[in-house]
């Protein structure tokens, strides 16, 4: 199973643009492009048992947009107080 779902990210990754995109984060994320591919299987193999146990369709936007949405920090800006 290990091997199939492996193929099977590299297969998703030369055919969706967007899960190339997530493919490349997790490249520069880790550093190495073979545990990439490692963490995208694992995610495909989780959306299947997802997809078995609620008997519902895959879903490209629902694998990728978890991971790729970068929570935005909310900027602090001191302004001096003018106590004087």
Request: hydrophobic residues 40%; contains cysteine; proline residues 2%.
């Amino acid at each position: 199973m290990r091997w199939a779902f492996g193929e099977a990210a590299v297969l998703a990754k030369r055919h969706n643009n967007q899960i190339a995109a997530l493919a490349e984060h997790l490249t520069k994320k880790t550093g190495c492009k073979f545990k990439a591919n490692t963490i995208l299987a694992n995610k495909l193999a989780r959306a299947v048992y997802y997809m078995l146990k609620n008997k519902r369709a895959f879903d490209v936007e629902n694998l990728v947009e978890k991971n790729l949405i970068k929570k935005e920090q909310p900027s602090v800006t001191s302004e001096p107080s003018s106590n004087l």
